[in-house]
């Protein structure tokens, strides 16, 4: 039992699913940004949005943040989640931040050259944040083009420059 804890505490990375990142996904149309009945249908006592309760607390140990389900944020908690609080302030993560973080990730070419067949799996693995800097990095660079995505069509002129600038960015945080 022991070695099996020592295993569970040394793994770098955790399983997010492509329902998770992509739920109800098709070309063409967008997610609305308020879409709770997704999530909260993939919240369980175990998992919230198909991670791992485990997972989470492991990201709260490592970045010293604390996690905010879905159930605390309808209790409104001030200034928990507005985009005006600097990264550096921010003391909170939600599972929104974390398919973000994940998101980036998917896209990072450390990341891609890893796993080559990424397209093809239903289950990712991404690594733990190292540090709450990165990590916060990643999530508004996730959230960016995560957005651009859903918003416009990939042929767009536009959009190609938007996600290039984006791609850019992300390639140069280190994602091991």
Request: charge should be negative.
């Amino acid at each position: 039992m022991e070695n099996e804890n020592q295993s569970a505490q040394n793994t770098v990375t955790f399983s997010v699913t492509k329902d998770a990142l992509y739920p109800n996904f098709k070309i063409g149309n967008s997610i609305p940004k308020d879409s709770t009945a997704d999530q909260t249908a993939l919240n369980t006592s175990e998992s919230s949005a198909g991670i791992d309760l485990e997972a989470i607390k492991k990201i709260e140990e490592k970045l010293k943040l604390t996690f905010l389900s879905e159930k605390d944020a309808e209790n409104h908690v001030c200034m928990a989640n507005n985009p005006e609080v600097r990264d550096e302030f921010k003391d909170i993560f939600d599972i929104k931040d974390l398919l973000d973080f994940s998101y980036a990730v998917l896209h990072s070419p450390s990341y891609l050259e890893k796993y080559k067949e990424v397209s093809k799996m239903d289950c990712f693995q991404i690594p733990y944040p190292n540090d709450s800097y990165h990590f916060w990095k990643l999530v508004n660079l996730g959230t960016k083009l995560r957005d651009l995505n859903l918003r416009e069509a990939p042929s767009d002129e536009t959009h190609n420059h938007e996600a290039v600038e984006i791609l850019k960015r992300i390639a140069e945080i280190k994602v091991e």
